[in-house]
Structures are given as C-alpha cells and as structure tokens.
C-alpha cells in the first residue's frame, strides 16, 4: 500500500526557512517521481518542484527557482523540500505526491500524479 506522509511545515516569518519531508513507502515499482504541490483555498492546486529517481532531474515553477531546493534521500525514503526566502504569498497547504514509475518530460501536472499525502500548513506571516 502507498503511503506518503508530509511533515515539517509552520509557522514562519517573511524571508525565513522551513524544510518540509515527505516520507513514502509502499513503492513496487524499480522508478517514482515525487512531487511537491501547494493549494491555497479557493484556489487551484498548483505544482512547486519534482525529482525523479530514475535520473534525478528536478523541476520548478518559476515561482520558487532560486528559493526551494528538493532533494531526494533514497538511505530513508524521504524527500525534502528547503524552502528559502519565504514569502507571504507561499503560504499554503503543501502536499507531496508520487508517481510510480517515471514522466517523459518531467512534469508538474496535477493529472500526471496517482498518490497523494494529507498535506502540512505553511503559513509565512510576520
């Protein structure tokens, strides 16, 4: 059974950090890709950064590049996401999610992903 966990999010000032994980398990298959989203409510969930492990490509959305780096811990099955420079306008509920297998291009559609964790708060205010 798939399971994806998202821990590490909070409370934060603007221009601050926070490392949010993501812990999965249940994977069968030899390639995944893991996804970082966030939804703001009323809003449509939009994708924020992707690696996969097949070559350990990684995507952004613009909005991130330069701020949030993502990085793959394959020794724990985790996934972390080191969020930089942390703006008012990133606060959201972040969910991590998992494709198994892999994505040619390597992408951040929403559609492209299959399991999906609870999501964990991030709330950048001052």
């Known amino acids: 059974q798939v399971q994806l966990v998202e821990s590490g999010g909070g409370l934060v000032q603007p221009g601050g950090s926070l490392r949010l994980s993501c812990s999965f398990s249940?994977?069968?298959?030899?390639?995944?890709?893991i996804g970082w989203f966030r939804q703001v409510p009323g809003k449509q969930r939009e994708g924020v950064s992707c690696?996969?492990?097949?070559?350990?490509?990684?995507r952004y959305a613009d909005s991130v590049k330069g701020r949030f780096t993502i990085t793959a811990h394959d020794n724990n099955n985790t996934v972390s996401l080191q969020m930089n420079s942390l703006e008012p306008e990133d606060t959201a509920i972040y969910y991590c999610?998992?494709?198994?297998?892999?994505?040619?291009?390597?992408?951040?559609?929403?559609?492209?992903?299959?399991?999906w964790g609870q999501g964990t708060q991030v709330t950048v205010s001052s």
């Open positions: 999610a998992a494709v198994l297998g892999f994505i040619s291009p390597l992408r951040l559609g929403i559609s492209d992903y299959d399991y």
């Open positions: 249940g994977f069968t298959v030899q390639y995944h890709v």
């Open positions: 690696i996969s492990s097949r070559d350990g490509s990684t």
